[in-house]
T-cell receptor, first 115, second 113 residues
Framework: GAVVSQHPSRVICKSGTSVKIECRSL??????MFWYRQFPKQSLMLMAT?????????EQGVEKDKFLINHASLTLSTLTVTSAHPEDSSFYIC???????????FGPGTRLLVL | AQSVTQPDIHITVSEGASLELRCNYS??????LFWYVQSPGQGLQLLLK??????LVQGIKGFEAEFKRSQSSFNLRKPSVHWSDAAEYFC???????????FGKGTRLSVIA
């Protein structure tokens, strides 16, 4: 099946710093990628939708200047959390749509802890 | 608004026993329905999906789900659970396959000997 990777798998940073999370579709081209956020014991909540070569579409309540999304190629999307604060600590999961069966394939997630 | 309810936060079953995980959804039209499984440190893996046709859908790993429009349900079943099935299970709904999905809160499955 199609594989999506995320890097790093977990990151700890100081408050006020920026963190970049990479999402790669390893064996298929993902024209659309989605970024979700998951709090403990909560469901995945969509943050934004990104299409290759265009600006991301953010969900209501998600600050686009704080969560910068770049989808520069059909296999790579990045999420940068700028000026991170402790309340940004969460589990971030990306998914890419495509592949032979045209499904959404999810990455393993990135656990962010802001101190 | 779309929503998904998974009433059971945690279920424990004995190995070899049957399993049913419940999922109810709220959606204006016939949605695409999905079940995903998430093991610790792993991404979400698609078990099965439904968008039309036969309301009983077969998936991977011996799982099946039945779409019941009258009950707005899409329950996941497996006749005989294996210890390796212990994981978190998510039901999700969306207008199509290439659109963002709305997820339930998940059901954690524990399997005991």
């Amino acid at each position: 099946g199609a594989v999506v990777s995320q890097h790093p798998s977990r990151v700890i940073c100081k408050s006020g710093t920026s963190v970049k999370i990479e999402c790669r579709s390893l064996d298929f081209q993902a024209t659309t990628m989605f970024w979700y956020r998951q709090f403990p014991k909560q469901s995945l909540m969509l943050m934004a939708t990104s299409n290759e070569g265009s600006k991301a579409t953010y969900e209501q309540g998600v600050e686009k200047d704080k969560f910068l999304i770049n989808h520069a190629s059909l296999t790579l999307s990045t999420l940068t959390v700028t000026s991170a604060h402790p309340e940004d600590s969460s589990f971030y999961i990306c998914s890419g749509f495509g592949g032979r069966t045209q499904d959404q394939y999810f990455g393993p997630g990135t656990r962010l802890l802001v101190l | 608004a779309q929503s998904v309810t998974q009433p059971d936060i945690h279920i424990t079953v004995s190995e070899g026993a049957s399993l049913e995980l419940r999922c109810n959804y709220s959606y204006g039209a016939t949605p695409y329905l999905f079940w995903y499984v998430q093991s610790p440190g792993q991404g979400l893996q698609l078990l099965l999906k439904y968008f039309s046709g036969d309301t009983l859908v077969q998936g991977i790993k011996g799982f099946e789900a039945e779409f019941k429009r009258s009950q707005s349900s899409f329950n996941l079943r497996k006749p005989s659970v294996h210890w390796s099935d212990a994981a978190e299970y998510f039901c999700a709904v969306g207008p199509s396959g290439n659109t963002p999905l709305v997820f339930g809160k998940g059901t954690r499955l524990s399997v005991i000997a």
